[in-house]
């Protein structure tokens, strides 16, 4: 909410806004003529098949990746039509959370999160071990870990430090790949949780690739379709799973998608 | 200046009926952090249980900022008073709770003591280090047993051979090692004849240049040479290619599927290299000699066939043996000590390149060490 007050112009501007993409790899068409917009404060989910190029919009989403064609406004900047620092300072305004966390392996916990504090603020050590030290509270991490190096993590807490370290500067914008992916339902509907407490919290936008149901009936606001190179629909989760596409009714219709429509349509104290 | 670049504040007010107001204003953000902390300690130390609080001059506020407040009215005192603050906008109430109960877990934990520093934890240092060593000794002895073991099994059942595994391992230990090697040894040995030249010539000796570089290579430079950089060219790829698979899961994978990976992954490599170094050792003695002879032709003027003769007069053969058969042990060394650091990696990046270094100052170390005994054994000998 800082970054509201902090920027009152770019409030009308979508924070993400894809615009008639093309990705080519070779002769292989990943996107073509794709649009998609997320509007500030929301969850959206994006699904789609293997293959469909969920990453790679990620990866272009957040300008490590140059689109073939079309244009990427990412909180309403041009990532590649900007100078260095223009761009760093759009960088530092989103978080991303990768698909096994690409948390650095040689660093502590801490550490890991004090890594973009150190680099783009002016704390002293000290004082940016505190603030990480919150990060890993908030992220719901038991505090011993903050001394644990990476690869003495589960797969459950490695994604939560490397959420901590995606809040490091508290970002406008996160980017979540498979968020829950190789989790226990448990931990998985905890991190569901988690994320919604922070979205509230901290006022985020959060663009999410999942292909967990639960997740989407937990936490998204809208939900995105990848497919046929293009996002075929982007509405409410009752809207899509009445779209009227294959690969959708596949989804939504299929015996993991009607066991999840029955749990979140029966009233628990989770999806109240 | 906006507003949300005021750094934040924050105020004891006393009002005319002896409450007391705390008035937080301007902007509670990582940018003024240190800022902030420091300006709110008066208030935090004369903070008595009898306050009202003022957000409403709050222009802004993130989690860094919302962690400050709840160090200075304490976690819980904050989500009381927070409550009583009906025209807080709900982002704020929020986050503000949030971070509140995130504090109280950070207030709750007392981290464990860490050991003492000084004189004891160096000597603590110095037992680890020493246990470290000689469990690295017995790790190799028990894995070259390990190995031989296999070995031994596997040689009964010629079904078993792995050629290919073998031949695509001799193309990249030693086919590709040639060129390097080759020219290596002709530079060091075309340097000893430099200095075999300039020492001997001033006893009028420099014919015996001819001697120098021919028992230098036949007996020690040879193999020396060729060792030294397949330790460091193939140890260091053997852990390496190891490490990576070890990190992968693909070595417990082998297992699973009921394959012994010391026969499918070190065996290859291990005989490929006691194949492979001797070879290697033949072309660094050529090219060691040649490198010797270029030196003795164009410098100190001996006509190419008397070299030849020289040489063949006056070198044994006993030397090539005695160089040649160190070839098969130092590559057996080099090896297995790069296949077992592999091994030793436990997943992360850096443990990778840890074990990489560390397998190729084995390695160097072992070869260097194993030659120097070999030499004194040769020379008590009289071979």
Not at chain 2, 134 to 141: G, P
Not at chain 2, 178 to 205: E, H, K, R
């Amino acid at each position: 909410m800082n970054a509201l007050s902090a920027a009152p112009a770019a409030t009308t501007v979508a924070p993400i806004a894809v615009c008639d993409l093309g990705t080519r790899f070779g002769a292989q068409v990943v996107h073509e003529h794709l649009d998609l917009q997320v509007s500030r404060g929301e969850i959206l989910g994006v699904v789609g098949g293997s293959g469909t190029g969920k990453s790679v919009l990620l990866r272009t989403i957040i300008g490590l990746r140059r689109p073939d064609a079309g244009t990427v406004r990412l909180l309403g900047a041009d990532l590649h039509a900007l100078p260095s620092p223009q761009r760093i300072a759009i960088e530092r305004r989103i978080g991303v959370l990768f698909q096994d966390g690409a948390l650095f392996s040689s660093l502590s916990v801490a550490d890991n999160i004090c890594v973009p504090l150190l680099e783009h603020t002016a704390l002293s050590a000290r004082d940016a071990r505190r603030v990480a030290t919150l990060k890993i509270a908030l992220a719901g991490l038991p505090q011993d870990a903050r001394d644990k190096y990476p690869s003495e993590l589960s797969g459950g807490m490695r994604k939560r430090a490397a959420l901590a370290r995606a809040l490091a500067l508290d970002p406008e914008i996160l980017f979540l790949d498979e968020p829950t992916s190789g989790l226990d339902p448990v931990t998985a509907a905890g991190f569901d949780h988690l994320l919604r407490t922070l979205r509230d919290a901290l006022g985020l936008t959060v663009y999410m690739n999942t292909h967990d149901l639960d997740s989407l009936h937990a936490v998204c606001d809208r939900v995105a379709v990848l497919a046929d190179r293009r996002v075929v629909v982007c509405a409410d989760l009752a809207t899509v799973a009445r779209y009227d596409h294959p690969w959708v009714q596949e989804y939504f219709h299929g015996p993991r998608g009607r066991a999840a429509n029955v749990a979140w349509a029966t009233p628990t104290p989770e999806n109240r | 200046m906006s507003s949300t670049d005021v750094p934040g504040r924050v105020d004891l007010l006393a009002d005319g009926d002896g409450s007391i107001t705390l008035r937080v204003s301007g902007a509670w953000t990582l940018a003024h952090f240190a800022a902030i902390e420091q300006q709110m300690q008066p208030a935090r130390r004369t903070l008595g249980a009898d306050f009202r609080l003022d957000l409403s001059a709050l222009s802004a506020l993130d989690t860094a900022g919302a962690g400050l407040l709840s160090l200075l009215l304490g976690p819980e005192r904050l989500c009381a008073v927070i409550a009583t603050l009906p025209d807080l906008v709900p982002e704020r109430r929020a986050l503000l709770g949030t971070v509140g109960g995130a504090v109280s877990d950070i207030l709750a934990y007392t981290p464990p003591g860490s050991d003492g520093l000084g004189f004891v934890e160096l000597l603590a240092r110095l037992g680890r280090t020493s246990e470290a060593i000689w469990c690295q000794l017995r790790a190799l002895l028990g894995f070259i047993g390990l190995v031989l073991e296999t070995l031994a099994r596997t040689m009964l059942h010629p079904r078993r051979w792995r050629i290919t595994a073998l031949v695509a391992q001799l193309e990249q230990t030693t086919l590709d090692a040639l060129p390097i090697v080759a020219l290596l040894s002709l530079m060091v040995g075309a340097v000893i004849a430099f200095l075999g030249a300039t020492v001997l010539s001033t006893y009028g000796a420099s014919v015996f240049t001819v001697d120098l570089v021919s028992f230098a290579f036949l007996r020690e430079f040879g193999v020396l040479l060729a060792a030294i950089l397949l330790a460091g060219r193939t140890a260091s790829a053997f852990t390496a290619q190891l490490g990576a698979m070890k990190s992968h899961e693909e070595i417990d994978a082998l297992r699973t599927i009921g394959l012994d990976p010391i026969e499918v992954l070190v065996l290859p490599r291990v005989l490929a290299l006691i194949l492979g170094l001797p070879m290697l050792t033949l072309i660094s003695m050529l090219a060691g000699v040649l490198g010797g002879a270029i030196v003795c032709v164009t410098v100190i003027g001996i006509p190419p066939a008397m070299f030849l003769s020289l040489f063949h007069a006056d070198t044994p053969l006993s030397y090539f043996w005695v160089g040649m058969s160190k070839a098969p042990v130092l590559a057996f060394l080099i090896g297995i000590i790069g296949c077992l650091e592999g091994f030793k990696v436990t997943g992360s990046a850096e443990s990778v390149g840890e074990r990489t270094t560390s397998s190729v100052v084995q390695a160097i170390f072992v070869v260097i060490m194993v030659d120097a005994l070999a030499a004194l054994f040769f020379m008590e000998m009289g071979w």
